[in-house]
């Protein structure tokens, strides 16, 4: 593959997205694992417990989307700002640091499963907190790397003069992403005062300064792949920034009234946190309805649709599914139940993972046609996205329908005793489903070990491609 044409940046970017897709592999890998576990708990038991590999399933996730993230970042800011991105040199050193610290923690999780919770384990080994249970001195290094990634990206737009709406939202946005991170790097002996800084972290650190920076990405991707005028991206941009940091702390509320705060936290949470995606839909429905006019003349289909993706999955994944179970009236019953797995699942897919694979294939595409003379297509990259979308789909309903299970007989009718756990537990609508969600993983499995292949190969055979008029041909 040749790296005609790109910027210092730009391979950096690339380094980000390579090591975020093989941690998408892992992740994959452990997801089927502790989905055979949850229904056969002996499997590996003493090697590797169910609870560690939910750990590295739910922490790969989290660390393959930031690095794709950065990636997506270093990519488009030559772009965005017309010159090298300024620290590259750091960039580097940034990204070997955190791909170290990431193979190091892995280890650590893996040989090190059981033991006493003290300063040691807290500092060196595991921090207790469920969805960041990284040691201490890794939440310094993830806060670090973002810092170093934020210094790039204002001296870059501080270099070249050029300030776009774009970057001047971006910019505010990664000091909300280091600053917010904060908020789970402290200890209370108060569980409810541990717990209301955690959500900190995992709604508004995850959810809200994710979902603006996911903003700036797809501002940035349809640009490049539908021409979306700049002022259509920008508009929508900013109603999203007013949505998540105006309503996304109101939106907590649904999760505060189960740490012991107010009851009324619970109808404003559940009203604000299904309003944070409206804005990204909108900005994509509307750079397609601005592209009708050249009957969605793109450059690259794939990147396309898996934009298309990201818009309607995060609306329903993000809105429609974590609205239906932040109403009051149904939270009271749900909370905590597989349904909250299921809206995840759907959510984060649709958001984030879709975001990346679309960034990816931008990516692909400068490798292997610099100058842009064709359309990016092949027909291995659509087996894939079926794949996926069927296998993501399916593991969220089958994940529904457990939550459903557990809602009515462990909930609403057991009162959430342990024996009203364990008949929820046991009743078919809850095992078959296991099974189901089993079976469904291993379908999206397949479509990622597809998307690997298609992304390797895509591209490298010039006379499968569709050669671009050439009044269409964009610049290099």
């Known amino acids: 593959m040749t790296k ?7 391979k950096l970017g690339l380094w980000y997205m390579v090591a975020g897709l093989i941690l998408f592999g892992a992740q994959n ?4 694992l502790i989905a055979y576990q949850y229904i056969n708990p002996d499997f590996l038991f003493g090697l590797l417990d169910f609870n560690i590999g939910r750990i590295l399933h739910i922490n790969a996730m989290v660390v393959w989307l930031l690095l794709g993230f950065i990636g997506a970042i270093y990519w488009f800011l030559p772009i965005e700002t017309g010159r090298e991105t300024v620290g590259i040199k750091l960039g580097k050193l940034a990204f070997f640091v955190l791909v170290a610290a990431v193979t190091v923690v892995v280890l650590v999780y893996l040989f090190i499963q059981i033991g006493p919770g003290n300063q040691i384990s807290l500092w060196f080994i595991n921090e207790g907190r469920e969805y960041i249970e990284a040691p201490r001195w890794a ?13 790039n990206v204002i001296a870059t737009v501080i270099a070249s003069k050029r300030l776009t709406g774009i970057m001047g939202v971006l910019i505010v946005d990664l000091v909300a992403l280091a600053g917010l991170y904060l ?16 959500w900190w972290v995992i709604h508004l650190w995850v959810e809200a300064t994710w979902e603006v920076l996911i903003g700036c990405i797809m501002a940035l991707s349809l640009m490049y792949v539908l021409k979306t005028p700049r002022k259509i991206v920008e508009g929508w941009l900013y109603l999203e920034v007013f949505l998540v940091f105006g309503t996304g702390i109101l939106g907590l509320g649904h999760h505060y009234f189960w740490i012991g705060t107010p009851e009324y936290w619970l109808g ?17 429905i509307h750079a397609i309805y601005d592209a009708g006019a050249h009957k969605l003349r793109t450059v690259n289909r794939p990147a396309l649709f898996w934009i298309f993706a990201q818009a309607f999955g995060n609306f329903f994944g993000a809105g429609v599914w974590g609205f239906m179970q932040t109403l009051p009236q149904i939270n009271m019953y749900s909370h905590g139940t597989q349904l909250a797995a299921s809206h995840g699942h759907m959510a984060f897919f649709g ?22 003379k064709y359309v990016f297509d092949s027909k291995l990259w659509k087996w894939a996205y079926v794949l996926m979308i069927i296998g993501i789909v399916g593991m969220v309903g089958a994940l529904m329908v457990a939550g459903f299970a557990q809602t ?30 089993l079976g469904f993983g291993f379908i999206f499995f397949i479509g990622y070990i597809l998307l690997i292949i298609d992304l390797l190969t895509i591209g490298k055979n010039k006379e499968e491609l569709e050669v671009l008029p050439e009044a269409e041909v964009s610049h290099a």
């Open 4 to 10: 005609q044409g790109l910027y210092e940046s730009q």
């Open 29 to 32: 890998l452990f997801g089927l």
């Open 139 to 151: 939440d310094i290094g993830i806060v670090v790397v973002v810092l170093i990634f934020l210094y």
């Open 183 to 198: 908020a789970g790097m402290f200890y209370t002996v108060n569980i409810s005062v541990d717990q209301y800084f955690w």
């Open 268 to 284: 404003i949470g559940g009203f604000f946190s299904a309003l944070e995606p409206l804005p990204l839909v909108a900005m994509i």
């Open 351 to 372: 958001a984030y993972v879709a975001t990346n694979i679309a960034v990816a294939y931008i990516m692909v595409q400068k490798l292997r046609d610099p100058e842009e």
């Open 408 to 437: 009515e007989i462990e909930r609403a009718v057991g009162g959430s005793g342990w024996q009203a756990y364990i008949d929820a537990q046991l009743h078919p609508w809850m095992a078959e489903a296991m099974w189901w969600r």
